[in-house]
């Protein structure tokens, strides 16, 4: 599986931001899904997890209310909808494609990553 990211940017906070992460590869649709990001002199965090149907998913404490994970397997697509951004949402956003069905809160669960996509959210 390849995944290419894209749709970040400069916003002002407040702003919103569609993120979308395009895979390859014949097993995508099997795949659980995450987001992560990771600022300047920080770890790698997760941001958001989906299975590998939509049918559940799991969004980090800090983004609750504001970002929406989801995705659509035809197009071999996750996204992340991020409304209401803040300054401490600036960061490289990666997506990542799990080893198994189901998303995961630890980077070390995922085998394949995409390049990043960096998002800038200014005050």
């Known amino acids: 599986v390849q995944l290419q990211a894209s749709g970040g940017g400069l916003v002002q906070a407040g702003g919103s931001l569609r993120l979308s992460c395009v895979g390859s590869?014949?097993?995508?649709?099997?795949?659980?899904m995450g987001w992560f990001r990771q600022a300047p002199g920080k770890e790698r965090e997760f941001v958001a997890g989906?299975?590998?149907?939509?049918?559940?998913?799991s969004h980090a404490d800090s983004v609750k209310g504001r970002f929406t994970i989801s995705r659509d397997n035809a197009k071999k697509t996750v996204y992340l909808r991020m409304n209401s951004l803040k300054p401490e949402d600036t960061a490289v956003y990666y997506c990542?494609?799990?080893?198994?069905?189901?998303?995961?809160?630890?980077?070390?669960?995922?085998?394949?990553w995409g390049q990043g996509t960096q998002v800038t959210v200014s005050s």
């Open positions: 989906i299975t590998w149907n939509g049918g559940g998913t």
């Open positions: 990542a494609a799990a080893y198994g069905s189901d998303w995961y809160e630890a980077p070390s669960s995922y085998l394949y």
């Open positions: 590869g014949r097993t995508f649709s099997r795949n659980g």
